[in-house]
């Protein structure tokens, strides 16, 4: 994440405003991570969160990274393994 931020320093406010859109919906449970479906059309792509949510590839970074360490709900609070 750090790594991120210092490539590009938009990125601090774009993975903020994440975190805004995962509470937005439901509660801040790190739902924004859950991908679309056939059945079910996540957080990523609903209506209002289209074209705002930026970020989520370094988000998948850092759940690849700590992949099996901690859940996503945690990971994502954190942002950290």
Known sequence: MR??????TRMAASILRLFFHDCFENGC????LL????TFTGEQN???NQSSIRGMDKIEDVEAACSGT???AAMFKKATC
């Open 35 to 38: 991908a679309d479906t056939p």
């Open 3 to 8: 790594e991120s931020v210092r490539n590009e």
């Open 46 to 48: 609903a209506k209002r």
């Open 29 to 32: 449970d790190a739902s924004v």
């Open 70 to 72: 901690v859940s996503c």
